[in-house]
């Protein structure tokens, strides 16, 4: 499990990059391309986690709050 949650938290800071990256958003059609590339890997890597994985974690990505996944990923030690 420790593999998927290592993943996942990369496929969310890459969604951040994604939004942030002033360039990519220059080109429209590109830029949701992308985007929807990371939310479909999040998506994925979302369906691959045990039943037994965090209830909160899967709360926050059920509910598509993926800033909120990403905060809880980074606060674990």
Sequence with gaps: ME???ADLREALRER???IH???SRRDEAKHIAR???VSEKI???Q???PPSADPRLKHFL???SY???LEHLEAKP
């Design 62 to 64: 059920d509910r598509k």
């Design 21 to 23: 990256d002033e360039q």
């Design 43 to 45: 998506d994925r890597l």
């Design 47 to 49: 369906e691959s986690l």
């Design 3 to 5: 593999k998927a949650i």
């Design 67 to 69: 800033d909120k996944a």
């Design 35 to 37: 985007l929807r590339v």
């Design 16 to 18: 951040l990059a994604i």
